[in-house]
Structures are given as C-alpha cells and as structure tokens.
C-alpha cells in the first residue's frame, strides 16, 4: 500500500481490557510478539489519570478528549439531574465526537472498526463499521457508507455474539474460549478484508475479546489458586493469556499489511484486578450511620404484589425469577421506583446511587437537589469529611483491615464546584478475593445479600499503551499517560488543530513533530 501525503498513516490497535504488568511480562515470555515489537521500537506506559475514577465511558473520554466532568457519563445508570430518578445512560447521551470527527470536510479517510462508545457518522471519508463484535453494546450494528454493513454480512456472515456469563459453569467456560478464538480470527480476516481496498490516514480497531476473557476466566488464573490448590480446569488456567496472544497473532497480520512508515499505537483502557459486588455495602453505609433517611411512617399500609413476593421468597429465588421473567428494562424501572420512594429526602443528606462494583455517594444539596438540604460551602465540604472519615474506618471483620482504598471527590478530582451530573464521591474498595456479606464500622455492622449481577472481577484503574513510528520520539518505559492527552496527541500527529473544548495536550514524552502542517 502506497501512499503520497505530509504526515504519516496513524493506526491505532486496541483491546478492551490489559494491564502494563501482565503484557510486559507476556510480551516477554514470546507470547505477543507484534505488541513486543511494538514495545522495542518505540515506547510503553500505562494509561491514568482522573478519567480512569470509574471504568464506565473511558473509551468515550480517551477517544474524545473531553472530560467526564464535562460530558456527564460515568456509569450505565445515573440519577437524572434535577430530580431523585435513575435512568439507565449511555455513550449517545454524552454527546460527544471521537477525534476522527475532526476529519470531516478534508480530504483524509478512515478506518474505523467497533470502537466502543462511537457511532458511525456521515461527512467522513472512508469506512466505519460499529458494534459488529464489541462488548455488550445496546446498539445494533451499524455502519457507513450505506451498503457496507449489507457487504459485511455477505462476506462474512451474521455477527458472532458472545458475551461473558455469571454462573461459574465450566461447560460454559470452555465453549466461550472456543467461539472467542474463532471469532477474533473471523474479525481479523474481516478487518484485513476492509483495509485492503483503499489505502487511509486514520485506522481504529478494537477488539473486545479480552473484555469478556478477563471476566470469564479470572478464577482460572494461576494466581487464583490457593497454595497446594489443584486447578479446577488446568485447560483453562492460561485462557487469558491465550486470547490476548490470539489478539496479537491477528494485529501482527493486520499490521503487516499496512505501511511501515505508519505511526502505531497499541493500547487498553483499563487492566483487571480481584473485587465482589459491594452494592448493599454503600446503601447500608448512608442508612445506618444516618446520611439517608428512611421514609415516615404512614399508618397500615397494604402490600403490592411485589412486596408480597419480597416477602416470602428467599433473595436467590427472587434473583432468578427476575433475570428470568423481567427484562433489563422493567427491573431497571422497578430498582428506579424503590429508589426514589425509600427515602426521606427532607432528612437525607447524602445517599447512594446504585451500583455494582464502585460506589457513587451524592450529597443532597440545596439548590441542586430537589429537596437538598446541605448548604453549599463549608456545610457541603465539612460532610464530604465525614463521609470520607467514616468511609475510611470501614473494616473487614475477619482482617481486622481497612476495606475502602480511597475516597475520590469529584470537586478536587476536575476541580471547580460541586458536580451537577457526577457523584460527588467515588468509594474504591480494595481488591477483595471474596464476597463480603458484611463490614464493620465503629457505630455500625454493615450487611449485604449477593445481588443479581454477581461476578469475581471488575476492572483496575490503568490500562496500556505503546507507540512506535516515524513520529514517535519516546523510547522505552514512559511511565503514566493521561487519558485525556491521547485525542490532542492523535489529533497532532495528523497535522490537525486541537479544539479548544479539548483540555488536554500533546504527549511531548511520545511525539516528534517534524511533517509539514499547512491547516
């Protein structure tokens, strides 16, 4: 492929989910050698940075450079402003653009295949095809031009979903290990299809087979076994590895068709690491030690259907049933009723927004809140130091440890006032290597029941990255990279202006700017 232009291709290959440890140490042992070499020809870090608070829209952020304080999506369910309703969010309603928007109206084209949390636009030249084999997305696959998603399925066939499951089943283990091999060399062959029919400046790929093999297979890991523990799938105990190895096998190909004089970046958003649900944990948290209030009293009241059925079944068949017979959207509605009916909000001052895995605490403020009963200023700040306090002194009974990694505030996360979309906290619990049915707090015994989504993993807060290419004046270990300096980066190498709505900068440790620039 041959190409007469002023600043060289950018290819940009992603994976959903890898950490800097485990890829080096992978990279070494022989087993990713186009991300090794990669590695040798350029530079490497980990992704970090304030974006990287919550897992949810990190694709979104890195993709647009705009921050999370500013676009307002932080988790698949959000408390809509301005009311105590939860509605379930999405990427469309940042409404953000990837960098590559940036294109539209020049002459540059692009390649871009199942980027999460963007969607085909028209005005650019080239081929985006979206949600063909991502991870978990709501959307249908879509693509542009018209008629290329009609040629994909002509070629290649129907979609090949999979997705990861939470019941810990063996059988299903290893026949999601095998239909991810066979569908990341189905999609290599796909994106190797697309990009041999023209030549582009731009070219996004990212695969989500890793996603769902870090969650599938986490207990299987090595790491996860007890001394002396004998591997309850020996077959399985490398599975993570091997899809990632398998995900480098179709980048090396992919690569290999491209220009040489390419500048190549290889990235992930987030790693991996050991944590249970601790849903109950945060709504016992604001209960007990008297944040959120439980609603008055109002005289004999007759029970609902439904509160009949809490009632007299046990949790693990309530769970069932609803997974069964409600869909996502009408248990959404049902937890967005409870919610707003099962509080006090004229004694509350601070509740939680409910979650799987981090933790989302508000502060019911006046003038933000409909019924908002803490003052801004020193009010609103002093109780942020109380919830942080009691936040911190939160212990597991059998470690006698403290159970919360951190605390984040969002005001001195981005700065600026208190968030009118965000959580004004973010609680990270520490990596946990089992469900923990209770805490313990000096006032209070804090309880939980397995809730309905139940798994042994959750994502870590740094991903990957390594550069390597014509323009890529870093070598070796650059340490971390700001999320929100990739866009401006990806924006530079491409002789392109950085908008003003972009706070952050080119990475002066990864780029050498030395192509003419006439725009």
């Known amino acids: 492929m041959t190409r007469d232009t002023k ?43 304030s974006e990287l608070v919550c897992a949810y829209s990190v694709w979104a952020s890195m993709f647009s450079g705009v921050s999370r304080n500013q676009h307002g999506y932080y988790y698949f369910r959000q408390l809509k402003p301005g009311t105590y309703d939860l509605q379930t969010v999405s990427e469309t309603d940042a409404k953000i653009r990837p960098f590559w928007s940036y294109l539209q109206g020049t002459d540059k084209k692009v390649a871009v295949i199942d980027a999460p949390d963007a969607h085909p636009m028209a005005g650019l030249k080239g081929i ?49 290990y095998r239909l991810l091999l066979e569908r990341m060399e189905k999609k290599g062959a796909l994106c190797r299809h697309l990009l041999s029919r023209d030549s582009y400046d731009v070219i996004v790929i990212i695969f989500s087979e890793s996603h769902i093999a870090n969650h599938q297979f986490w207990r299987h890991r090595p790491e996860a076994l007890l001394p002396n523990q004998t591997p309850e799938a020996p077959d399985l105990k490398d599975a993570i590895r091997d899809v990632l190895a398998a995900l480098d096998r179709e980048m090396g190909l992919i690569l290999s068709q491209l220009p040489e004089e390419a500048n190549v970046f290889i990235l992930s958003e987030t790693g991996m690491e050991n944590q249970y649900p601790t849903t109950g944990l945060i709504e016992a948290f604001c209960r007990q030690l008297g944040y959120q209030a439980a609603p008055e009293p109002s005289g004999k009241k007759s029970l609902s259907v439904m509160d009949l059925v809490r009632k007299v079944l046990p949790e693990p068949v309530r ?5 069964r017979l409600l869909s996502r959207e009408k248990r959404e509605g ?36 409909p019924q908002g009963i803490v003052e801004p200023g020193a009010e609103y700040l002093g109780l942020l130091d109380q919830l942080e ?41 520490k990596p946990a290597t089992r469900f923990m049915e209770r805490v313990i707090h000096p006032k209070a015994e804090l309880r939980q029941q397995k809730p309905e989504f ?24 650059i340490g971390d990279v700001s999320l929100l300096d990739l866009a401006p980066t990806f924006l530079s190498l491409m002789g392109e202006p950085i908008p003003d709505r972009l706070k952050g900068k080119t990475i002066e440790a990864i780029v050498r700017l030395e192509f003419s620039n006439d725009t």
């Open 7 to 49: 600043t060289p291709p950018l290819i940009i290959l992603g994976f959903d989910v890898g950490d800097l440890d485990s890829i080096q140490r992978w990279a070494k042992e022989g087993y990713l050698p186009a991300i090794a070499s990669i590695m040798e020809k350029g530079c490497w870090g980990q992704t970090a940075g």
């Open 128 to 176: 985006q095809l979206a949600d063909w084999a991502s991870h978990n997305s709501p959307f249908p696959a879509a693509a542009e031009p018209e008629g290329l998603l009609e040629e994909v399925r002509r070629v290649f066939g129907p979609q090949m979903v999979v997705e990861e499951t939470l019941n810990f089943d063996l059988a299903e283990d290893r026949q999601i």
């Open 319 to 323: 769970v069932a049933i609803s997974q």
């Open 334 to 369: 049902l937890l967005a009723d409870k919610f707003r009916n099962s509080t006090n909000w004229q004694k509350t001052k601070a509740f939680s927004i409910p979650s799987f895995y981090p933790s989302f605490v508000r502060v019911n403020l006046k003038g933000r809140e």
């Open 389 to 429: 306090a009691d936040l911190m002194q939160l212990k597991d009974p059998e470690t006698g440890e403290p159970v919360v990694r951190r605390v984040e505030r969002i005001c001195d996360l981005f700065g600026g006032e208190p968030p009118a979309v965000l959580p004004d906290l973010f609680v990270q619990w």
């Open 454 to 477: 139940y798994r042994d993993s959750d994502h870590s807060h740094n991903g990957f990255i390594a550069a390597a290419g014509p323009s890529i004046q870093g070598r070796g270990a």
